[in-house]
């Protein structure tokens, strides 16, 4: 019987893959059986070729194909269905760990904590880490003690779930094919379905990417346009996610005047002239780091109204 699935959809991992690859083979999980399950997401070259010598020999292990351009909602899909754990692990291929993640993960579980335990994926963790970087890691429940914490902050890099309440809920949705949304609406379904949630910050992934700031920006319009404005049509019950709410023309109902006063403000300050003079700075100065909010807030909204920072619109 298996215990726990980690489940990991990858494309083109590179070094950082090999990291999470010799993290994962050295769990110390006791007396628990582990599986993994990669899926390989359309990989230029095969996972089960490119890494044949360096995936973990003593653990379960499956590979699973997928050609095309890559959807990760559907491949942990198929990680899902492909595993038989009962409790199922959420990772990304571009992760270091330490070797008690697992069971740290799955004693949770076990005692019943929750049904739904996340760990914090730490960005800040190089010898000289950017101010954004920093900023990364605050936004992400911000350094509180373990405990309760709320669906939209749902990330699945080191997340774990019982098994039943993700297969009640029908898995990841493959609607979400670009950038953005899909660990969000994930929650927000586990929370529909009478899911708790449990936060612990000593479960740590350290995560390899590099974040640019340019990037992200661009990301997060590519949420806006896309993803969010799908999540909101979806799912009625979001309509605050991000500051959509901000979005509605100033005189919409209800009528209340702050929310009139955010819409005005909303107006003024969210366009891609005044965005491109604050990404400028930040990128720049690093400071005052609230300032990195409006990046990722009016990023989304930007592109909610169909405007690109990128261009003149």
Same mark, same amino acid.
């Given at each position: ?51 044949? =010598? ?47 993640? *697992? ?15 996340? !760990? ?116 009625? !019950? ?26 005005? *403000?909303?107006?003024?300050?969210? =366009? ?33 109204? !169909? ?7």
């Amino acid at each position: 019987m298996i215990d726990i699935s980690v489940l990991i959809p990858v494309r083109n991992g590179g070094d950082n893959f090999r990291t999470t690859l010799v993290c994962l083979g050295s769990q110390k999980t006791a007396d628990a059986v582990m599986e993994i399950v990669i899926v390989d997401d359309g990989s230029d070259q095969p996972v089960s070729v490119e890494f044949a =010598n360096e995936l973990p020999s003593e653990v379960h292990i499956q590979v699973v194909r997928l050609e095309g351009e890559g959807n990760r909602p559907r491949a942990r899909n198929i990680a899902l269905k492909a595993s038989s754990g009962s409790v199922i692990l959420m990772m990304d291929a571009d992760l270091d760990f330490n070797d008690d993640l *697992v069971i740290r993960h799955l004693n949770h579980h076990r005692s019943g904590v929750a049904d739904v335990v996340m !760990g914090a994926r730490i960005n800040a963790w190089r010898e000289n880490p950017t101010r954004f970087q920093k900023w990364s890691d605050s936004r992400a429940m911000d350094g509180k003690p373990a405990g309760f914490f709320p669906w939209n902050y749902c990330i699945t890099g080191n997340f774990s779930v019982r098994r039943s309440l993700i297969e009640q809920v029908g898995g990841s949705d493959e609607s979400i094919i670009s950038y953005g949304g899909e660990d969000t609406e994930l929650g927000y379904r586990f929370l529909m379905a009478g899911a708790t949630f449990y936060w612990d910050p000593d479960i740590q992934v350290r995560h390899l990417d590099e974040i640019d700031l340019d990037r992200y920006a661009g990301r997060m319009v590519t949420y806006g346009q896309n993803n969010l404005r799908y999540l909101l049509a979806k799912h009625p !019950g979001i309509e605050s996610l991000l500051g959509s709410q901000w979005v509605k023309p100033i005189f919409a109902s209800p009528r209340r005047p702050r929310y009139m006063v955010m819409r005005l *403000v909303t107006r003024i300050t969210v =366009n891609p002239s005044v965005y491109r003079i604050f990404l400028a700075w930040m990128k720049r100065v690093g400071f005052p780091m609230f300032i990195f909010t409006y990046i990722s807030v009016a990023g989304c909204i930007l592109g909610l109204q !169909g405007r690109d920072f990128r261009r003149n619109s």
